[in-house]
């Protein structure tokens, strides 16, 4: 992939698409990224009432591969459980995603990721078989949050073959030409992990979809108030 000062053309293509979306683009932990869109207090408002669009730069993702036994020893060791096929588990810093039986995701805030990979790495070592990838780079994470959420995922067919409704916890993977991973991470919340060379387009569909949801962009600062208050909290 061709590069731009050291960035992936995709992530500056990404970035001028949220300051196109009147994003006030500002440098947090060495990525450009939109600080708020309109004021903080209404991007909040749109979290509770209908739904907010956010791009979550700083999150990682790596990924965990080897045979089926090996990949269920690692996710024991470090989940507490090994998720079936399909289906996520929150423990620790991350969340533990296993997509069939010889790959899982671990997703992860971009503070913990070091220590994530750590972890992974050192028990993936002593697991014969088990290996493991940080695919950090290779993925732009976008979220839905708010009440029409789900409705918004289904109408822009992202989620329109998935179960009704997806449960919290549960996994959805969007197959075809452009592959993505849908996660319900808790009530009215939804991660959308993309692949990053296509996160424009999936940005742009799930923005002309959030028409009829009133759906509003959100920032930087509106999700740091809600990863420190939890979405009930923050939005009153």
Not at 3 to 21: H, K, M, P, Q, Y
Not at 208 to 235: K, M, Q
């Amino acid at each position: 992939m061709s590069t731009v000062l050291g960035r992936s053309t995709s992530r500056v293509e990404l970035e001028d698409l949220l300051a196109d979306a009147g994003g006030a683009m500002v440098m947090r932990d060495g990525q450009r990224v939109a600080a708020h869109f309109s004021s903080v207090a209404a991007e909040l408002a749109v979290c509770r009432r209908s739904v907010g669009l956010a791009e979550q730069a700083d999150v990682g993702t790596l990924e965990l591969r080897g045979p089926a036994a090996a990949v269920q020893t690692v996710l024991q060791e470090l989940a507490g459980q090994g998720p079936s096929s399909g289906a996520a588990v929150r423990a620790g810093e991350a969340w533990w995603c296993r997509l069939t039986p010889h790959r899982a995701l671990v997703i992860c805030a971009g503070e913990a990721r070091d220590a994530v990979l750590a972890s992974l790495v050192e028990t993936a070592g002593e697991t014969d078989g088990a290996s493991v990838v940080d695919l950090s780079g290779d993925y732009a994470a976008l979220l839905l949050i708010g009440p029409r959420a789900e409705e918004l995922l289904r109408s822009s067919s992202l989620a329109a073959d998935s179960p009704v409704p997806l449960p919290t916890g549960g996994l959805h993977l969007v197959s075809g030409r452009r592959p993505s991973l849908l996660l319900h991470e808790e009530q009215e919340r939804f991660l959308v992990l993309v692949p990053r060379v296509h996160a424009c387009e999936v940005w742009s569909r799930l923005l002309d979809a959030g028409r009829t949801h009133r759906l509003a962009c959100v920032g930087r600062n509106a999700l740091e108030l809600l990863r420190a208050g939890g979405r009930s909290a923050a939005c009153r």
